[in-house]
């Protein structure tokens, strides 16, 4: 049986992404190798007890509120160098014609250009990063 290859991508420093299980179509994001993780800016987290059982309500950047029941929290640094807590929320990614499965950190990122921020754990093995491009959507340019 013959394997498809997975090739390597080459996107911009800004792409548009979508969160599928989040209903999310387009949101510009700022790919950055700086960051080690990926984040979403969201703000209103709340944790409720239902049934015995954690359920962790949050408003994403586009008004919406989701609810989910799997989720953990870790120390991450943030963009001025020091460690706060974040929720992280497993979900699926899409950039271009690539989904990934992944996980992201809920962020209060209300004074940041963009909502979301795609780091290097997520690039690695699956994107390479031209400074020089924005909105590839993950499509290689004939220059290349």
Do not use: W
Not at 17 to 34: C, M, Q, R, S, W
């Amino acid at each position: 049986m013959l394997h498809k290859k997975n090739k390597i991508k080459i996107i911009g420093r800004r792409e548009f992404v979508a969160f599928p299980l989040l209903n999310i179509e387009k949101v510009e994001a700022k790919i950055d190798t700086g960051a080690y993780t990926c984040a979403m800016h969201c703000n209103d987290i709340i944790l409720k007890t239902i049934n015995e059982r954690q359920i962790l309500t949050f408003r994403l950047f586009n008004n919406s509120i989701y609810q989910v029941d799997e989720f953990s929290r870790k120390k991450i640094k943030n963009s001025f160098g020091e460690m706060e807590e974040r929720y992280i929320i497993k979900t699926l990614i899409a950039i271009g014609r690539k989904k990934i499965k992944t996980t992201i950190s809920l962020s209060d990122r209300e004074n940041m250009r963009y909502p979301v921020l795609i780091g290097r754990r997520l690039l690695k093995g699956k994107f390479i990063v031209d400074v020089n491009l924005i909105y590839t959507n993950g499509i290689n340019l004939n220059n290349y």
